[in-house]
């Protein structure tokens, strides 16, 4: 994990039809949803829409969702998240930090049913949620790693 940074941090729960993105705000601090992104049939247009946001926001650190299992081995579609990240990455010029997403959809639903989000709506939200979970707990990691830094 890098060292906070100056500039925005993008987040990303990466999955076959959607991505969902979550954006810092200025100070790094605060996570909030940003937008859901519908894959296309052509990477490239994922990838030109993801690094359009990127530069919009003056994002300076990128975080991806890394989809394990349970018991921390790589599934299947953490092979195409890593395919996915790799192109990401070149056509940026960022380097992506990968965070373990695991059960971060299953968060974002049990959110999404408590704050009482009718099913049609909670499939519209439920990545870009996912995703704001993702980047919270990597603000969170990256805070608390400067805060123990500091106190050396």
Known sequence: MTDASPGRVLALDVGDRRIGVALSDATGVIAQ???????????????????????????TTLVVGWPLRLDGRPTPQTRKVERFTAALEQRTGLVA???????????????????????????????KVAATLILQGFLDARAWRARRADDD
Do not use: F, M
């Open 33 to 59: 949803p940003l937008t859901t992104l519908h894959r296309g049939k052509r990477p490239e247009a994922d990838l030109d829409a993801l690094a359009a946001l990127i530069g919009e926001h003056g994002v």
């Open 97 to 127: 930090e990968r965070w373990d997403e695991r059960l971060s959809t299953v968060a974002a639903e049990r959110a999404l049913l408590e704050g009482n989000v009718r099913r049609a709506q909670r499939k519209q939200v439920v990545d």
